[in-house]
């Protein structure tokens, strides 16, 4: 396998001062806030690996299933694919499934994550496919899309966004509909988007997954303020304040929030903040929308895409579609 980082593609919302500027306006924001982006540093990316494992989420299993049930009919509805660009690709396992059922090993594979640590650990997944070319961005989602693919229709209808763990979920509906946008346009006519979207279910289901009873999301959310205090200056007590998962069925999304135990006061350094929290007041870190089915095909029409396969399991839905 060949294996090449690119940094052209490293964009400027990665970098500390960012971070800071982002910290800066999001924690004085009401509520207040941190984008759920910096959960992943190392660490937070290896905390999420294990909550992919945990019996109560169940994305990452259902998900690997379908993938393993249908990878070879997912290929078998797209014309010859020489390029799969993957965002967020996690440990790579997923990828490592589907593309053991690509008609033709010689595909160049783009892998799309802010997080050095998940590319690096995508890399050792893929290992086993020798036959292919591996590239890493360490970007945003479209930035670093629009680096692997470049010129818009470029791939002549050959290349294949793949887009799962439900990480669709993160962005609220005004941000859906343009980023879905986003990749089209990079597409041009003839690609194909394979996205993987979590369902609505029960609350106590729901719940369950985003507050487990081993505490590991909890660690997962938490690790936000142990990222601030490392790279910002910051003071957070982490030990002052504790995770909470909460369905808000009327926007069709689980939150999860820190929850201060105490009324104290932080300070961080880097962007000069310094702000009083009440007892039991929140910074809201992560939406997770939850879909319906039926849903799914006139979002993807509204960016362009037309529906060309979907496959339903427990709760899940892997759709296929085409960019018109």
Not at 2 to 14: D, L, W, Y
Not at 75 to 82: K, N, Q, T, Y
Request: hydrophobic share 45%.
């Amino acid at each position: 396998m060949s294996m090449r980082h690119s940094v052209a593609s490293r964009p400027i919302e990665a970098s500390r001062a960012a971070f800071a500027e982002d910290v800066a306006f999001y924690l004085t924001e009401s509520p207040r806030q941190l984008p759920s982006r910096y959960l992943y540093d190392d660490l937070g990316s290896s905390l999420f690996e294990a909550i992919c494992r945990l019996p109560w989420y169940r994305v990452a299993k259902i998900e690997q299933a379908l993938l393993r049930a249908h990878a070879a009919s997912i290929f078998g509805r797209l014309p010859a694919i020489s390029t799969v660009v993957e965002l967020g690709p996690g440990s790579g396992e997923k990828l490592l499934t589907l593309m053991a059922a690509a008609p033709r090993p010689d595909v160049t594979v783009h892998l799309v994550d802010v997080s050095p640590a998940a590319l690096d650990q995508a890399a050792i997944g893929l290992a086993t496919l020798p036959s292919l070319t591996l590239v890493a961005h360490e970007s945003t989602y479209l930035e670093g899309l629009r680096a692997a693919l470049g010129r818009p229709g470029a791939a002549g209808g050959g290349a294949l966004v793949v887009f799962l763990g439900s990480n669709i979920g993160n962005f609220d509906p005004p941000a859906v509909d343009d980023f879905l946008q986003g990749v089209r346009d990079a597409l041009g006519a003839g690609g194909a988007l394979l996205l993987g979207t979590d369902l609505v279910k029960p609350e106590a289901d729901l719940l369950l997954a985003y507050d487990d009873p081993l505490g590991v999301t909890a660690a997962f959310n938490l690790n936000l303020l142990v990222r601030v205090n490392r790279e910002l200056g910051g003071d957070f007590d982490v030990r002052q304040f504790e995770h909470r998962a909460i369905w808000n069925a009327r926007e069709s999304r689980v939150e999860m929030h820190l929850v201060s135990r105490r009324p104290q006061r932080v300070q961080v350094k880097e962007p000069g903040i310094d702000i009083t929290f009440d007892a039991g007041e929140l910074i809201w870190t992560e939406s997770s929308y939850k879909y319906r089915a039926e849903d799914l095909a006139p979002l993807l029409a509204r960016a362009g895409f037309r529906l060309a396969g979907q496959w339903l399991e427990a709760g899940f839905a892997l759709t296929l579609a085409r960019a018109v």
